[in-house]
């Protein structure tokens, strides 16, 4: 039996390198030669306190980021951070803006209203969220503006920012790494690690150190982001995995030449399937052509029969993941940073021979009537 | 060079079978031969979500779990639990009855008092915290009695749980899954995984059903178990690989006799440490004899100054994680499920022959004066 190998379009917990699994897998058998497994040393040793300051390091260097921030360790994915950041920053008399641009957006700010007023400035919400809204105001007066940087279900990414006088507190999980932002546009920047970063279970968070004096409300010792930098991280067990993990990726990015190098990559995958989706007279893509994701493709067959078709087609070249989200339907094609194009190249390639193969059976159809 | 095999005393994370450990590395190259590593698949997939009912299983068949009671896998450690607990079940106008019978007991009393009243029904701060109060009273008029099982850091466990008509919570962390509990008798049990359960990175929850029908507050998404409880513990990403391991952890554990079995085990370790620290004039134990751990073993030499000199000689067998908690000082010997007997009796021939080395320098230094 020959095993197929698997182009993985996952949109998360998605493809990570292989030679940093290799790493993570000789880890668990034997850490640094230490004789322990990473999964048994204490997060109080000096090997592990070097993988913390490693990887604090590495996001600081690929990501650019400013003196007066810091960089966090926590637990419980962007979903926490929703409930989190309004508990720390939204007081009871303010109101906070959120542009509502998508699935994710929605939960935040379901989460944020919890804690005080939302003012949502602007939605995409009439058009299923096939775009990122433009031209909108942010009051003066508001506690931070939210937004998702990149819509992982619906396919959208933003690509400019709006000029405001705000703190600015941006969920990044699924296009950090995957493109260069200026860190000092934000106050505050999170990010599920399960993209672009390494395996579920660790979230990141760099904050302005400067925002964190505006925390009014008394909160938990876990929901406290003071407590999180003030004990670098280290406040009660982290997830060690995880951050190993990602020290590994952030790594193989470093050493693949950066964010920079990577979003060149990221660029060709996209334009490379977009061109397909544009072309094959088969599929349509679902996000508005001036913000469609690099890192989530959405799209559809025209024939929407024929997707379950499709699926399996694609399925028996190895291309994993590709299903849409539940509420989206169709496909979504996620392009991560550990995706190569190879795999884009398969997925264009199944596109382009199941619309030969369709044009066929037309053929032979209309001749046998 | 010869490689000494270690003996991991660690507290936590620490120790896991080796045939997990193996099992884990497979599956981070590999899983289940699907050509995808259990890092990069997403955990809607079908594989994931059965690990997922397995993981629940073996926590329901292991711990003998009656019905009407949940089992739910969180992220935060104990530590979030502390606060989401008081949050969930301790309402403004009421007051929690709380133990506080060591570090971690503390911990739990401060987060609370965020949330409402705490009345401390018995404390042991007086001596250290290295014995369990007895003979108290827990109001009846209490939104709940919280109690810390086993104090991982001063080495002290309770055998005996006092009758009480309201529900009970307690933080098992450092003992779950190392002895026969009754369900039955709690309505709340939490559990950071890093001890007997898998790596860090993932919090056991096993819950009355009828508790969380007491929740009055609103709370966030991510702080209310009932969000747990309807998805599957699956409302956003979970730590899929912490959750894998335990799943391979506790399969390890039926396979060899389940709780019982490791019960029996676990005393034996704990009396053959405990009648060295008795029996060599060089050592002594810190907790009250009554009330000794058989999880974590905390003690000191008689002579400080011949402390740091024993942990040079012990980790010279390969004895790793003996020493103290900060605060504490002196010795502490883990030791869980995954620890065999072995790694105890290497230990105790440490200190066995620790003293006999030094009987040797004391006769010599007599001998020459």
Known sequence: MTTIIKHNFGAGPCILPANVLDQAADAVRNFNGIGLSILEISHRTPEFEAVMKET????KELLEVPEGYSILFLQGGASTQFS?????FLHQDRKAAYLDCGYFSQKAIKEALLFGEVDIVASSKDKGYNYIPLGYEIPEDAAYFHYTSNNTIEGTEMFSFPPTSVPVIC????DIFSRRVNVA???????????NMGPAGMTLVVVKDSLLEKIQRQVPSMSDYRIYRDNGSLFNTPPVFSIYVAMLNLRWLKEKGGVTQIETE?????????????RNPLFYGLADPDHRSRMNVTFKMKNPSLEQEFLDFAAARGV???KGYRSVGGFRASLYNAL?????????NCMNDFEKENKEVELAQSESV
Request: proline share 2%; no cysteine.
């Open 171 to 174: 969920d990044m999980s699924s």
């Open 340 to 348: 190569p194009i190879s795999s884009v190249e398969v997925l264009v």
């Open 185 to 195: 546009d934000f106050d505050l920047i999170y990010a599920g690690a399960q993209k």
């Open 266 to 278: 990221n660029i060709a995958k996209a334009i490379l399937l977009y061109q397909e989706i544009d």
């Open 56 to 59: 604090g390091d590495l996001v």
């Open 84 to 88: 989190m950041l309004a508990m720390n």
């Open 320 to 322: 994993v993941g590709v």
